[in-house]
């Protein structure tokens, strides 16, 4: 059965460091007709219900634990009965949104889960991951890359030639014309990011 991305925007606010701010998140749900993997959980679990349709979530995978990434992540396993992942180093940043709830499933670097494999990219934040999808031409990204460069690395956990050297050495020597699904914003390419022109 076919793969495919589908996708929704979900509305909400994002804290840190004593500021909050309004965003808009994409959520992505990756899987077929019958089974799919929900990358992200930030602000409403009926929206990313909408987009899942009636498929069984198999996995719900978290880039990063900034609370507009992760917010809805507990109840959504909940509704869902599917367990969530999460780097390990993202702990602290977990523990910030959800201090009373055991850490997920731990992510490593060239796991595969589904159709996804991950990308350790630390930067935005400590355990900071990207999604490839080969067989899909598509890396789903979170907050590390964006169209027109890096993710924002002025806060806490985070480091900007720390998330300059993942995009340089794990995200540009993906195929240029590679999507690059991002947790903000619009689509772009690995060509577009990587200066090359597109073909």
């Known amino acids: 059965m076919m793969v495919r991305v589908d996708h929704a925007v979900t509305s909400g606010t ?21 089974e799919c993997v929900v990358i992200d959980a930030p602000h409403s679990v009926p929206g990313i219900l909408q987009v899942v349709g009636d498929r ?3 996995a719900i995978v978290l880039t990063h634990a900034h609370d507009d990434h992760v917010r809805v992540a507990p109840e959504l396993a909940r509704r869902t009965g599917a367990p969530m992942f999460l780097h390990p180093l993202e702990e602290p940043l977990w523990r910030l949104t959800h201090p009373d709830v055991p850490m997920p499933r731990a992510l490593s670097d060239g796991e595969q889960i589904g159709a996804l494999r991950v990308i350790h990219t630390p930067g935005h934040s400590p355990g900071a991951v990207c ?10 990204t979170g907050d590390t ?11 806490s956990y985070s480091d900007r030639d720390t998330i300059e050297a993942s995009i340089r050495d794990r995200l540009l020597t993906l195929p240029p014309e590679t999507v690059v699904h991002t947790g903000h914003g619009d689509d772009t390419t690995i060509g577009a990011e990587n200066g090359v022109a597109r073909s």
């Open 14 to 34: 994002f804290s840190l460091d004593g500021q909050t701010f309004d965003v808009d998140n994409n959520v992505w749900v990756v899987g077929d007709d019958r």
């Open 145 to 155: 890359l964006f169209q027109g460069g890096p993710g924002a690395t002025g806060r």
């Open 56 to 58: 069984t979530v198999t």
């Open 131 to 140: 999604l490839y999808a080969a067989e899909l031409g598509a890396v789903f």
